[in-house]
């Protein structure tokens, strides 16, 4: 080391050092105050094994952050598929008749939005196919009522030589 104070030329260094048979990591650093040097050694195998240390440790936080970040993703997809399947369900169901398909999804985005959606066109439907019933009660009933006028309130041609009658009738479309 003293050797290598004396014919330096650079205020810091590195350097591989033998003391008794042991390599030493070297360094030489200026104090800035005269001629005080500061110098450090430490055994090799005690620095690498601080360097082997410290990659341990980082390759330990490195598997934790990706576990963390697999498991998260999971789970998230996994809600977000369980979710699109309720909507398939619900839609199969729709498709074979059944429109009292409740679903129940909160997830604060487009497939929350898809799923109120399909409520309020399940409800919808069945408004619309009560009313269609209702208009087909009614023109069933129109359709009584038209035969019962036209067999009940036609009268016959009365003729005379002072008067001649003519019935007519026309059924009313609705009531």
């Known amino acids: 080391i ?4 004396q014919g330096r030329s650079n205020t810091r260094e590195s350097l591989e050092l033998v003391i008794n ?3 030493y990591l070297c ?6 105050f005269n ?3 500061v110098v450090s050694q430490f055994q090799k195998s005690i620095a690498y094994l601080a360097l082997k240390h410290l990659s341990q440790t980082t390759l330990l936080t490195a598997t934790f952050i ?4 697999m498991i998260l993703s999971i ?5 977000l598929t369980t979710n699109i399947q309720k909507l398939k369900r619900a839609a199969e169901a729709i498709g074979t008749g059944n429109l009292e398909v409740k679903l129940d999804i909160r997830s604060n985005d487009e497939i929350e ?5 399909f409520q309020w066109m399940s409800s919808r439907l069945i408004e619309l196919i009560e009313e269609s019933a209702h208009k087909a009660r009614m023109e069933d009933e129109l359709a009584t009522a038209r035969l019962v006028q036209s067999t009940l309130l036609l009268t016959p041609n009365i003729a005379s030589p002072a008067i001649e009658t ?6 009313a479309t609705e009531c």
Request: glycine share 2%.
């Open 113 to 117: 939005n898809v799923a109120d959606s």
């Open 66 to 69: 990706f576990a963390a970040a």
């Open 27 to 32: 360094n030489i650093s200026e104090t800035g």
């Open 2 to 5: 003293v050797e290598k104070l």
């Open 75 to 79: 789970l998230f997809a996994s809600r």
């Open 21 to 23: 048979n042991e390599p």
């Open 35 to 37: 001629d005080i040097m």
């Open 166 to 171: 003519l019935p007519y009738y026309a059924a």
